[in-house]
């Protein structure tokens, strides 16, 4: 399918909520424009096992998934630059033809559904950043090979550092969970494998104060201290992967829509509208409490369904190319390109 010169909707983003978004506009023959991003799929693309996906009784990992949500927008048109968008401009009126940019080449559109989802948060200790590769990592799916037999550290108490613990035990000699408090904020039933596992330990309530490098430039040992003692303990670790949760995304953004103190994207209600006209906001990137694959799924739908009432709705948008007259129903059931 042909670029227009304006498009009626772009996608920045690609996990649950930008493919739903994109299969939801496409269905809707908006012809959408997702730019997805190098590592497209999102966070879900370094999980293992996902099992509170509704749909997949038997658990699905998370790279397939996501070949399945670009799959399905794909197969009703949906357009995808695998790059990374650089800069935004976003106009003020009703109707105002917003820009995002791919480096020098940029897309003009009607619609704006940012949906960049939210990375690993840091602990911003000495020799995170430095020892990065060399020892420190964000995503045991990714990295647990690289430690095999050898003694590894989890840092968080949640369900993902439960989740990147359980994992790693299969490959690692033993793993540490190191979390700052007595009382864990991960389920129950992630708690329980957890510690069903022989070669898990446990170190609360303890915070990393800095990561120290050996004689050959990797990760030698973490250097702890007890949250309420101050004493300090050296644990000699190969690898420790940190797990305290995630931060929005919406640097490209920052002054553009309006961002809470944490950076997450603050829409109207319960809509995804923000306060710029024909500029919507889904998934990670707005949502503090739920953070699960199904709930960006579904506030992609929402983002895509606002997109296309504002589209249909506002007087000041000359009527774009594919939108059809009538019902929204008619065009939810329109044939794949
Ligand atoms: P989270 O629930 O926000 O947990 C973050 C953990 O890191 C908390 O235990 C927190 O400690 C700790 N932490 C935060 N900042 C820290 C710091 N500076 N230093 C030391 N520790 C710090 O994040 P998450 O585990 O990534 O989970 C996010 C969401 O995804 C949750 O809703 C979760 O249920 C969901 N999830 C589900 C699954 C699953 O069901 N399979 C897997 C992964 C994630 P405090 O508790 O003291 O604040």
Redesign the pocket.
Known sequence: MTSPDIENVVIVGSGPAGYTAALYTSRANLNPLVIEGFMWGGLLQQ?TD???YPGFPDGIEGPPLMQRFRDQAERFGTRFITDQATKIDLADEPGGVHSVWVDDEEHKTRTVILAMGAEH?K??VPGEDELGGRGVSYCATCDAAFFKEKPTMI?????????EAIFLSKFASKVVIV???E?????RI?LDRARSIDNIEWLTPY??EEFVAGDGGSLDHARLRHASSDEQLDVPVAGVFI????EPQSQLVTGLVDVDDEGYVITEGRSTRTRRPGVFAAGDLVDHT???AVTAAGSGTQAALDAEWYLRDTPEVATPPGMPDGDLAEAQWAEPA
């Not at 840092?155 to 989740?163: N, R």
């Not at 797990?243 to 995630?246: K, L, P, V």
């Open positions: 999980t996902v099992e509170n948060k602990l911003a840092v968080g108490g949640g369900d993902s550092a439960m989740e979390h700052r408090r009382e864990f904020r991960a389920s992630m915070v990393p797990a305290i949760g995630h739920y953070r699960q």
